[in-house]
């Protein structure tokens, strides 16, 4: 029964008498954003950095452990010729967990907020994550790895969350602070592990062997990563919530009919809009622009996740197996300007560059380039000195910026593939869908790399010349899933 006809209260919160046009409900989060937003048409920096700064903490432990992991597994005891396959399991232990519970957190953050979960998800790091770094055996660094994984929900939040403080003329650049934060941590993770791992061998005036730092080489990055996640929880607190809460905590939800017949003319499209919203997440699946999106989405990811762990191994083996024999603090340095590039380019040259091309054809010409790149990577170990070390610095420069950029543009496609309230499990699903391919990236790169190391007089693509054959083959999938009829872009794209 409409509630013009019962004469009654309607039994949600009225607007907001502020004298402002449109429907304000007063108790719900998401209205005072979206009130915000109309009010400050502007791009909400603070709001953005706050992003930056948590989504960087849930990026940073996931490949921070890759300059070290050859080393880790050795210690643990495990011959060299298996170490490429040991430590690959434990790198997709991590995106294991997350592809289990990412679909969860992402339906968790859509019923109770974006905020609680990113909260917990700091947590999750901070103590597991300072626990990696004391792990004593091989299967106690796999399961700390697995649950760091499974309770980090910070990210598919973070991305709706970041979708929602936003106008839409500004939504490029808000999902390029979130890819770009993420793509700094995936370098900058590295760069920390690189120069803190084995403390007491780098710096003995500093750390001495009989300290904790001596007897646990591998605690001290994770320490510092556990550290910042502690000032990324503080800011967690400090985000305002973008959930709408109609028809939740005590609140009636009401039928469009009552609403329509509730309110004054100029409110009844909103509210009718809004009271509609009502499909289930199943409905998801039906989504062909998000699903689309989701699939191509994922064979980049596989891609950049096995490239990350290659990158670290290639450059740390021996110079006998076609690698650079760098040491962990070279590795660090060459991903700490990767990481420094990254940041200027997406914050400054990516929104222009969207506007001006597209998401998608970014990605096209992404893909195409890095092919490319990725060509000239067997011939690298060919140079020595400082050509070596401007080669590898500007190539993995280069790679991550394009790796990005693929990534900014399909995270943009998919986020205006579907509603507000369905972008906490849409993020969830894709997140899950990454994680399974990522956690096969880094167990499958293992696997080809040891394999590559004992085929040095291969008669077709011997070492590792196949492991970048193959990096390049998975780069050229994803190029191919950018087109009709494998990605459909959103209406207005």
């Known amino acids: 029964m409409a509630l013009a006809e019962t004469g009654k209260e309607p039994s ?5 008498d502020d004298g402002e046009e449109g429907l304000c409900f007063g108790k719900c989060p998401g209205c005072k954003i979206e009130k915000l937003k109309d009010e400050n048409t502007g791009i909400p920096y603070k709001l953005l950095f706050y992003v930056f700064v948590v989504v960087l903490s849930a990026a940073l432990p996931i490949s921070s452990l890759f300059p070290f992991l050859y080393y880790m597994i050795e210690d643990f005891g495990i011959s060299e010729v298996d170490i490429g396959l040991y430590a690959g399991f434990v790198g997709a232990t991590f995106m294991l967990g997350r592809a289990l519970t990412s679909v969860g957190w992402g339906a968790i ?21 300072t626990i990696f770094g004391l792990s004593v055996n091989y299967w106690m660094a796999v399961s700390t790895r697995f649950l760091t994984g499974s309770l980090c929900g910070i990210l598919g939040p973070m991305r709706a969350y970041a979708s929602e403080i936003c106008r839409k003329e500004y939504q490029a650049l808000a999902m390029s602070v979130i890819s770009t934060s993420w793509g700094i941590g995936l370098v900058l993770g590295p760069a920390i592990g690189g120069y ?48 709408h809460i109609h028809g939740k905590n005590g609140v009636e939800s009401l039928s469009p009919a009552d609403v329509v017949d509730g309110v004054e003319e100029g409110n009844r499209e909103r509210l009718l809009g809004e009271a509609e919203q009502t499909d289930s997440w199943r409905a998801l699946f039906k989504n062909r622009p998000l699903i689309t999106s989701i699939n191509t989405y994922c ?46 380019f997406q914050l400054t040259l990516y929104p222009p560059l969207e506007r001006l091309v ?20 067997p011939f690298i170990p060919k140079l020595h000195g400082t050509l070596l070390t401007v080669v590898v610095d500007s190539a993995s420069l280069v ?3 394009l790796a990005t950029s693929i990534t900014t543009g399909l995270l943009v496609l998919q986020n205006q593939s579907v509603k507000q309230e369905q972008r906490g499990v849409a993020n969830g699903l894709s997140l899950t869908s990454m994680s399974v391919f990522k956690a096969v990236g880094p167990a499958t790169a293992g696997i080809i790399f040891s394999w590559a190391q004992n085929r040095q007089t291969a008669s077709f693509l011997p070492g590792d010349d ?20 494998f990605l459909i872009p959103p209406p207005g794209y």
């Not at 949600?12 to 907001?16: G, K, N, T």
């Not at 907020?113 to 998800?121: L, N, S, W």
């Open 196 to 243: 803190l791992a084995q403390p007491a061998e780098k710096y003995p005036s500093l750390f001495s062997e009989d300290s904790i730092f001596g007897r646990f080489p591998y605690f001290l990055p994770c320490l510092v990563i556990s550290l910042y996640t502690v000032v990324a929880l503080i800011v967690c607190f400090l985000l305002p919530e973008t959930l």
């Open 358 to 377: 597209g998401p998608i054809m970014i990605s096209r010409y992404g893909a195409v380039l890095a092919i490319l790149l990725l060509s000239t990577f």
């Open 466 to 485: 196949i492991v970048f054959f193959i990096l390049c083959c998975i780069e050229a999938l994803g190029f191919v899933l950018t087109f009709r009829p």
């Open 109 to 129: 953050a859509d019923r109770i907020g974006r905020k609680p979960v990113a909260i917990m998800g700091a947590i999750a790091v901070i103590v597991f994550n």
């Open 399 to 401: 790679k991550n910026v």
């Open 12 to 16: 949600f919160p009225r607007p907001q």
């Open 299 to 344: 064979v980049f990811q596989l891609h950049d996740m096995a490239y990350t762990e290659v990158f670290s191994l290639w450059t740390i083996s021996p110079r006998s197996y076609g690698g650079l024999s760098y040491t962990t603090a070279q590795v660090g340095s060459a991903l700490a300007v990767s990481g420094a590039g990254l940041l200027i």
